[in-house]
């Protein structure tokens, strides 16, 4: 029993044995089939749906389905958990709030409102496309509202919490940011605009004139030394003529000869260029045998003692030379600044021999009762340049406010007498009165009467003028050069000292020079109480010029012991004179007596302000300097707002606007008052 019993038992081992190894088999099979064949299939799976939703891209309808049936199928589960867990009142209230505030998720934060501040980036979720379309929408309002950041961060740090006072502090700051923001910009904007006008204003003060072939556009111009070749060859020439003369001394006959022929090349290839580029094209060639033929000199002719005296003499030759052509070129200056230019003689000509044409009748000028009524404004003009006259007189009356007012009186000598009634009778002054009358034809104005007149008729005032045709004239210096000037014999220069005596019933009169021009109405000048004084001048003197010291001689004791060396000088040009206190004060007697103490020109030299300034001294009444502006014949550097501020600009000096010397710059000034196209003007080939 036992024996069986122990079979038995190991019978039963056997198959329990073998019952658990074929049990075992199934577990392993199931881990393989889990770990590896059903990721396999899951991705599988998915690949085909990812597939499957790609080519149904384009369909709307089929992917809004599968959406709605996902969620659907989500709520379902969903609400399966939940049910046994909540009532059904409970449950509604939940899907009510649900659907006011949306899930807490991505997209709630999409939909509801953001800060400015807050960008969303990704996060794109398999929706529908009507949801991505919402999306983009709400980031595009997103990006617009940034612009509004100031208002959006106030709003949210008022979500946030914030006490009023910080809001307001915050405020506060966020406004002076803006005002001190909005300040600089305009600073910016101003400074720019200076710059800007400032820039305008330069340019348009630059003189356009071309000065012989200077372009800054050559190609030379890009070159600091684009005459270093002309400079070259120029040395080259020196020292040849150093070793010609040496090579004379030396009788080296060979070198000599073939100094003088380069010489004569480099001089024929040089010509008067002043840079490289006006250089002939063989002018290298010719640089290069100069060298060869220098060198050779200098190994055979170079000493050091006759080439240094050599080169000390000719710079004495050519010092002496510049100061003759400065001399010469002073002298003709002054010739062609006082010289009549063809047109405006050709004008007066023509004028004249239509002016005696005339028949008496025809010579006279209307409203001649208006020569003498104090009340209206009169002018007072001496000129023999018709041209000249005629700007003076148009540029008053185009500014003048009510031209019938205004009187002129012009004076001229007999050459230019008819030709200045036939201008003005052919081109009257709008509504205004003119009178031209003779210089010669003062019986009152002789030598026994008017000291300037008698000197200019002696003997020794007529060497001291035509002197200048002597050879040693221009060497003798050409100080008095300027004082040799024809206006100086003429009593139309001096005629402004008997101001009273040519015009007795006026009480006040404006004396003009014929280089002006009128910019502006002057019959303010009328209404300046003088102060007892006589004349009314704009004053000319700065730190230390235009004073007494510059126009009278100081070393004599006449002039030193009447008047101030620094006293301030003043201009003539535009003087407004009281003839009632001139007869008063004897201004004539005054101007006769220094004029007899200075006939051996030892007070001063000639012309008419010096004497003006001894005249009128202490009874001169200073006017504001934009009456009057000064320079524009000699100084090319007046602000150009202040000669446009002006009443009047003068062209004293020799750049008188009617000469070619003219400043282009300053020309329009002067040329607008002109009709070019005057049929007189047109034949005399009068041109701007």
Not at 233 to 261: C, F, G, H, P, W
Not at 397 to 425: E, R
Request: aromatic residues 8%; hydrophobic residues 35%; proline residues 4%.
């Amino acid at each position: 029993m036992a024996l069986k019993r122990g079979l038995s038992s190991s019978g039963m081992n056997k198959n329990r044995s073998g019952g658990g190894g074929g049990g075992s088999r199934l577990p392993i099979i199931l881990v393989i089939f889990f770990c590896f064949l059903s990721p396999l299939i899951f991705f599988v799976g998915r690949r085909l749906i990812i597939t499957s939703s790609s080519t149904d891209q384009n369909n709307n309808n089929n992917a809004v389905g599968s959406g709605k049936q996902q969620l659907d199928w989500r709520e379902r589960l969903a609400l399966q958990h939940v049910k046994p867990l909540f009532s059904k009142e409970v449950i509604d209230v939940i899907a009510s709030s649900t659907a006011d505030l949306g899930p807490l998720s991505l997209d709630s934060f999409r939909k509801n409102k953001l800060s400015a501040s807050w960008k969303v980036i990704g996060g794109e979720t398999p929706v529908d496309n009507k949801a991505a379309s919402e999306t983009n929408r709400t980031a595009t309002v997103v990006k617009q509202e940034a612009s509004k950041g100031k208002v959006d961060n106030i709003s949210d740090n008022a979500r946030s919490g914030d006490t009023p006072a910080k809001l307001a502090r915050r405020q506060l700051r966020e406004k002076r940011r803006e005002k001190r923001v909005a300040e600089l910009l305009r600073q910016d904007d101003e400074a720019t605009a200076r710059l800007e006008n400032a820039a305008i204003e330069r340019s348009k003060l630059v003189d356009g004139a071309v000065l012989g072939k200077y372009s800054i556009w050559r190609k030379e111009m890009d070159n600091e030394n684009s005459d270093s070749t002309v400079r070259l060859m120029r040395d080259q020439m020196i020292m040849a003529r150093v070793y010609l003369s040496i090579a004379k001394m030396k009788n080296k006959r060979d070198l000599l000869q073939e100094l003088q022929t380069r010489l004569k090349e480099s001089q024929r290839a040089l010509g008067e260029s002043s840079a490289d580029s006006d250089l002939h094209p063989s002018a290298p060639g010719k640089l290069k045998a100069m060298g060869q033929v220098l060198s050779k000199a200098r190994e055979q002719l170079y000493d050091c003692k006759l080439v240094t005296g050599k080169l000390r003499a000719m710079l004495q030759t050519a010092d002496e030379q510049v100061r003759s052509l400065k001399k010469q070129s002073t002298f003709l200056s002054q010739l062609a600044a006082k010289t009549v230019p063809n047109g405006i003689h050709c004008l007066s000509m023509r004028l004249t021999i239509d002016y005696y044409l005339l028949p008496l009748e025809k010579r006279k000028f209307p409203r001649s009762e208006n020569l003498e009524n104090p009340n209206l404004y009169h002018y007072a003009l001496f000129s023999d340049n018709v041209l000249a006259a005629s700007v003076v007189v148009n540029s008053t009356i185009m500014n003048a406010k009510d031209s019938s007012k205004h009187v002129f009186h012009l004076v001229t000598d007999k050459l230019n007498f008819g030709a200045m009634n036939m201008w003005f009778l052919l081109n009257p002054p709008g509504k205004a009165t003119i009178h031209v009358e003779n210089v010669d034809e003062f019986k009152w104005l002789n030598s026994s009467y008017c000291p300037v007149l008698r000197q200019l008729e002696s003997a020794a005032m007529k060497e001291y003028y035509f002197k200048a045709n002597h050879p040693t004239s221009l060497s003798s210096g050409s100080s008095n050069l300027k004082y040799r000037n024809p206006k100086y014999l003429s009593m139309l220069n001096h005629l402004r000292f008997y101001l009273p005596q040519v015009y007795p019933k006026l009480d006040k009169i404006l004396f003009l020079d014929d280089d002006i021009v009128v910019q502006k109405d002057l019959t303010k000048l009328w209404s300046v109480d003088l102060n007892g004084k006589v004349n009314g001048a704009v004053e000319t003197c700065g730190e230390s010029f235009h004073r007494f010291d510059k126009y009278l001689n100081f070393s004599n004791p006449h002039i030193a012991r009447h008047f101030d060396p620094n006293a301030c000088g003043w201009a003539y040009g535009m003087n407004i004179f009281d003839l009632k206190v001139w007869k008063k004060k004897d201004i004539t007697g005054i101007y006769h007596k220094w004029q007899n103490m200075n006939e051996d020109r030892v007070l001063w030299k000639l012309g008419t302000l010096p004497p003006g300034l001894i005249t009128f001294y202490n009874l001169t009444h200073p006017l504001h300097k934009s009456w009057h502006v000064l320079g524009l014949g000699y100084n090319p550097s007046i602000d150009r707002s202040e000669i446009e501020n002006a009443a009047v600009v003068h062209y004293n000096g020799n750049m008188k606007p009617w000469l070619e010397l003219a400043m282009t710059k300053y020309r329009p000034y002067w040329t607008k008052y002109i009709k070019y196209d005057h049929p007189y003007l047109r034949n005399c080939n009068l041109s701007e």
